[in-house]
């Protein structure tokens, strides 16, 4: 190994450290801070994530990265140190043609209208948010701008959460999916809703911490390498392969939000854990394609745990855990998590009527970057796609437009890839079935275990180092496809609703 | 106020920062992390502690308080920037003095001593442990040597964990203790011992959590300035006043230690969470003085919570939220929480015997530094003075000599804290009784917070401005003196016991 990487991984060793530190200030701040704790907290927060930031921007950091480019240094570099160090360097860059200025304005305009959007959606009042919502376009499209000089812009965003990944990819398989889903989803509202006032109670909670632990144990995430914690939103976090740790949401009128909020975010924690030991605190060694990594957790959430099959051999353990569910039965229960209705919240929706929710953002983000339409027309589109696509209308925008935060931080390009995740998920359940056999049989047989042994191996390993086109190509063989997701949708829900 | 004194400023909020998630580092490894965290954490800690030491005695930190402490500025300060000053520049001065081998020698013997202590403690076999704690003998007192060149070695060591507190008074308070104490011990003994089978059973964890959250706000605890955490130890950390620690562990064996290990962290934390707000981080708003910081929670765990009357308002509930002790009446319970007994462990013993375990430990370290008795011959002093004073001779070396950590870590000196702060609660609760009235009478009106109140005002919101010595002056108006103890000790087990 060359001095010079022997150098540069000294000096990522010290970033990493600030960096750990910044991580675990945020998960304390979440999960167990006190009130008055909050100045004392984001002090330090905003202190190393600063330092963490002059690091990783450093003329040192800069100097190491065009010494490593150079062919002679590149050449000897091993492939996971090749790809770690082309992605820093595009990072670097990226990050140096921003100017400091814009940098600053940025973060300020955008702590300014998360505030807004938070008072707009409490008073349901679009125009408070209106202002600050152009600002954020405007200033994500100069971002990009700087960013990524040579790319279209709505590209560069959607590249930016998952590399690769283009706005004609997307709208193939998206127009794809939605074809087929919405005749689908006509059929399923026209037949008979399911009656769910048995599981109208008063819930243990206790007992609703005792199997989130039973099911992430289940399911293979592992407690040597992670923990839980609570928040008022479920996420998960990583310092390292070494430590992940997902948090949950516990209430008393509802015990099975958290059991899949449960298996959603130990999806997540799953890939992260099992990410390659030797790519540990490098670029690498963390998934950072947004689609990716929802395919994961939304994998176990849907795919495997509202299979019926999932459940048939620990429905008698979840009973005696859980003793609220006692006089509920396993086909109550399956009938329950996969009930479909044209819901207002994202949220909250079913996975069918989910990937509609994320179309119509899709379809209104384009509508702002490709088409410039103004900021002022955008709740009546909102409000127009959910009823053609969801046949709902919002009565508020508080429960419309205004109901998501991503795009007051400017996170435009973000929502589709959830969808995107799920797309691929029809493809890994193919590739899945063809290695391991029927799901069904699978999970039926309580081998669960065997499916993220599967996933570990073909998909978590490789962490960032693989993009997401090389992962379906090298794990399903052919280009990305909504086909298999609509088969599993229409299977499935055609037997459940009788169609 | 000087330029110099906002630029000193904001050179200690730098290091706050660090010192800040350093601390977070330390209570999430012992609450939340996951075993295999455990690298990656303690590189971060170790990186963060080092960066924090290097910035408390670096040169510019040096410049500062020589600066600050030139008369011409150091008039200009107000008293506890005064007392701020003059600290650091005593704390610089003494580790400036330690060579950096030295100091580096020191950290490796105290972990290679902490391993051998385990090993001997788990095996039985002394002679493990026996050249680790010559050398850590040896090390501290070359450490004191550099630190406190004009003080002998042993009164260094009990004025470094609390400052102005000599031997000769150590000696006069202790034996006074031990004289009166003797007597009244074998009195209790030779009387009939309480029944305890029927605490003997199986408790609930959950309840014994609600009954901890319960205790500590009816204490006074402020859970908008603090939290709980479980650890295998409990103990309490504070990042400042808006934000102190309590840890916990529970059991199903026992439901009552950890209500008065609630308790007493309760009285270390409201302690800390009522330190002035305007010396927040800096050496005086945490109180640095063991034995006063000892006295607060041993005040809140004994001279309180064994009392009947602060369990008389709430007793009741307390069997409203943990049903095990439904059958337990509150006479039963009384009885229970005040059993002394001749016992092998100090961290077990009741409040009577613990202060002779405590002079056991002080007479040894005694023997150590002022009289050179070889490690050699220690086990055999320890197990003469458990006969001695407590009747009791331990069967091995590890529920003996080898109970406690403390020597491991070179902490001499350390352990007579603990008795001190016994000492100075019979003093305080006369102060209290004086301005109060009977506590009794306070207690039983369910009025605790009167007496938090109290200590709030007398001595918590000091922080460390105020020397111990200082404040038995203010608040009792004389010297020390262990007679309020005594007296405390034999009305109370008298009538306990039918003396």
Request: hydrophobic content about 35%.
């Amino acid at each position: 190994m060359s001095e010079l990487l022997d150098k540069f991984k000294a000096y990522l060793a010290e970033t990493t450290n600030l960096g750990y530190a910044s991580t675990l200030l945020y998960w304390d701040l979440e999960t167990s801070m006190p009130k008055e704790g909050f100045k004392g907290h984001s002090d330090a927060l905003a202190y190393l994530s600063t330092e963490s930031f002059k690091r990783s921007t450093s003329a040192e950091m800069g100097e190491f990265l065009d010494k490593l480019s150079a062919p002679e240094e590149f050449d000897s570099l091993d492939a996971d140190w090749k790809y770690i160090v082309k992605q820093m360097k595009k990072n670097y860059d990226e990050n140096k043609r921003v100017p400091a200025d814009f940098y600053h304005d940025f973060i300020v305009a955008e702590n300014e209208a998360g505030v807004a959007w938070q008072d707009a959606k409490a008073k349901n009042d679009f125009s408070i948010f209106a202002p600050h919502l152009e600002k954020m376009i405007d200033f994500s499209k100069k971002m990009m701008g700087y960013m990524r000089p040579d790319m279209e812009i709505y590209d560069a965003m959607l590249d930016s959460y998952e590399e690769g990944m283009d706005s004609a990819t997307y709208d193939r398989v998206f127009n794809e999916l939605k074809e087929g889903l919405l005749p689908l989803l006509n059929k399923i509202l026209a037949a008979k809703p399911y009656d769910e006032s048995k599981f109208k109670k008063e819930y243990d909670i206790p007992a609703q911490k005792a199997v989130e632990k039973f099911l992430l144990e289940y399911i293979g995430f592992s407690f040597d390498k992670g923990c839980t914690g609570e928040t008022e939103h479920p996420f998960t976090l990583n310092f390292n392969s070494k430590d992940v740790r997902v948090s949950n949401h516990f209430r008393t009128d509802n015990a099975v939000d958290p059991m899949f909020s449960a298996i959603h975010e130990g999806g997540h924690a799953i890939f992260e854990q099992n990410v390659a030991e030797r790519l540990d605190d490098t670029v690498a060694g963390s998934c950072h394609y947004l689609g990716l990594h929802e395919s994961q957790s939304r994998f176990y959430e849907n795919v495997l745990g509202r299979n019926i099959n999932f459940w048939k051999p620990i429905y008698a353990k979840l009973q005696e855990i859980d003793p609220d569910f006692k006089d509920i039965t396993i086909d109550e229960f399956y009938r329950y998590i996969n009930s479909v209705k044209n819901s207002l919240i994202r949220t909250q929706a079913d996975e069918v009527t989910y990937c509609l929710h994320v179309i119509v953002r899709y379809e209104i983000e384009q509508e702002i970057f490709r088409n410039n339409v103004p900021v002022s027309e955008l709740p009546a589109l909102w409000n127009k796609k959910m009823e053609e696509y969801l046949h709902i209308t919002p009565p508020t925008d508080s429960v419309g437009i205004l109901q998501d935060m991503h795009w007051s931080d400017g996170s435009f390009g973000y929502f589709p890839t959830y969808l995107l995740g799920t797309i691929y998920d029809g493809m890994f359940l193919e590739a899945v079935e063809k290695d391991l056999g029927s799901i069904d049989t699978v999970l039926a047989e309580g081998r669960i275990k065997d499916i993220t042994k599967w996933l570990n191996e073909h998909i978590h390993q490789y962490g960032s180092s693989r993009k997401p086109k090389e992962v379906i190509q090298a794990v399903c063989g052919r280009e990305v496809s909504a086909q298999p997701i609509l088969k599993y949708f229409t299977e499935k829900y055609t037997k459940i609703y009788n169609l």
